[in-house]
Nanobody
Framework: QVQLVESGGGSVEAGGSLTLSCAAR??????MAWFRQAPGKEREGVAI????????EYFDSVAGRFTISRDNTVNTLYLQMNALKPEDTAMYFC?????????????????WGQGTQVTVSS
């Protein structure tokens, strides 16, 4: 399994930006993703990235506003979030999967960070 630690969360006003980071140990060959979970709701996918960083996929709720990237030289995954909305408020998690390809469901990931809170006020 991959060890993951997220950082960069915080409170911003609607329309603002945040960048989340996920420091990892041993993730260079893993497809990675960001998920989020709001109180009382199921964990949902945000974005997925291939091991090389070339291939990415975004869920409809964030497409065009968020950018997922990774720097394998420093073992770090990123999520740049722009034009934030109050509905983006959630705990954000990075995750790694042993599967190859775009794994879109939380159960397909076997390594998780502890999460970082993002709160967007209107």
């Amino acid at each position: 399994q991959v060890q993951l630690v997220e950082s960069g969360g915080g409170s911003v006003e609607a329309g603002g930006s945040l960048t989340l980071s996920c420091a990892a140990r041993g993730f260079n060959n893993n497809w990675m993703a960001w998920f989020r979970q709001a109180p009382g709701k199921e964990r949902e996918g945000v974005a997925i990235i291939s091991p090389s960083g070339v291939a990415t996929e975004y869920f409809d709720s964030v497409a065009g506003r968020f950018t997922i990237s990774r720097d394998n030289t420093v073992n770090t995954l990123y999520l740049q979030m722009n034009a934030l909305k109050p509905e983006d408020t959630a705990m954000y998690f990075c995750a790694a999967t042993p599967k190859v390809g775009f794994a879109r469901l939380a159960w397909e990931y076997n390594s998780w960070g502890q999460g970082t809170q993002v709160t967007v006020s209107s």
